[in-house]
């Protein structure tokens, strides 16, 4: 039976339509999409604005959560509600933003109780993202009366999460955005301060004033290189995201004088085991009341439009996509 999706083609020329598909990607488990996500990587490869997609047609979207239709996976049964984020979606591999899909079982995440798979596409990659970042600062034994967290981007997906997870963790937080009129919304998350990004984003010496004791940066370039250069002595930096650049104009300095530690994370390829976690965490520490003023809700045709959006910097927190409307 045939299902809508979103598809990018480019040839003869890039286009980006919602079209009806009638076959499946590979895997032993199919899904019945309910929701998923517009992010800053989707909206990319929605606007043709970078070469995200590696595999001509695609399915557009990093994000699926929904129920288990069909499976011969001994793992999963009809019924399951799962999420499936990573793994190349969007990318080399068909996405969600479709009404069906397929994908082999051990992509897959079952939903920890009491997440539903509406709340598992609000908090999407991007949220799923902030708990390993929030897990990697905690790994490395950061606490919160070390000293306050920096998050940058933080009225993105990722930072708006990470926001909420390090207050709930009772870690003072410190959230950087170059929105000066989303203060209220940063607070009302937890942010105790928040601080003007333009202050992170001019080349900086490679050793700052001692600030934070660890940071959740989803910028890059020189915003990554600032926070570092702010780090506490054995803090930590998790390091997401590169919004601003993929460039790291820094030196050694902060991690030899100081003995900082720069922690990448890696969502896309992640174990179950670390995926798992950072769900179980989320379905624990996140106030799903929060998620109403986080996300705001669109159908699968208006997301073209909302990638445009995204990238002209017009959107705070998340897009939901219900992608049966």
């Known amino acids: 039976m045939s299902y809508q999706a979103l598809l990018l083609n480019n040839a003869p020329e890039f286009s ?13 488990v199919e899904l019945r999409v309910d929701y998923s996500t517009l992010n800053y990587k989707d909206a990319l490869a929605i606007t043709n604005k970078s070469p995200v997609v590696r595999t001509w047609p695609m399915v557009a979207g990093i994000d699926a959560a929904g129920v288990v239709a069909s499976s ?21 591999r068909w996405g969600g933003l479709a009404r069906k899909t397929r994908a082999p079982g051990d992509w897959l995440v079952k939903l920890p109780s009491p997440l539903t798979p509406r709340e598992a596409a ?35 997906g990722v930072g708006s999460i990470a926001v909420v997870l390090l207050a709930r963790a009772g870690f003072e937080v410190v959230a950087a955005t170059g929105k000066a009129a989303d203060h209220a919304y940063l607070e009302s998350l937890g942010a105790a ?5 333009n202050e992170l984003a001019a080349p900086g010496k490679p050793l700052q004033k001692e600030r934070y004791a660890g940071v959740v940066d ?5 915003a990554l290189a600032n926070a570092c250069a702010q780090v506490k002595r054995n803090g930590a930096v998790a390091a997401c995201g590169l919004a601003m650049g993929m460039d790291f104009p820094t030196s050694v300095a902060p991690f030899i004088l100081r003995g ?27 106030d799903s009341t929060l998620l109403g003023g986080i996300v705001r809700e669109i159908s699968l045709e208006e997301t073209i439009a909302a990638a445009a959006a ?3 910097g017009q959107v705070v927190g998340r897009y939901l996509v219900d992608v049966n409307r």
């Open 260 to 286: 900082i530690a720069l922690h990448g994370i890696d969502s896309v390829y992640a174990s179950q085991a670390r995926r798992q976690a950072a769900w179980n965490r989320l379905a624990t520490d996140l």
């Open 122 to 156: 609000s908090i999407g990659t991007a949220g799923y993202t902030a708990a390993m970042c929030v897990q990697a600062l905690e790994r490395h034994g950061l606490t919160p009366g070390d000293g306050p967290i920096l998050v940058t981007g933080a009225t993105g």
């Open 310 to 312: 995204m990238l002209a």
């Open 193 to 197: 301060s928040v601080l003007d990004r």
């Open 16 to 28: 980006a339509r919602v079209t009806e598909l009638d076959k499946l990607p590979e895997g032993d």
């Open 72 to 92: 011969s996976h001994p793992g999963f049964q009809p019924g399951d509600a799962v999420v499936l984020n990573g793994w190349g979606l969007g990318e080399t």
């Open 218 to 222: 989803v910028l890059g370039s020189h």
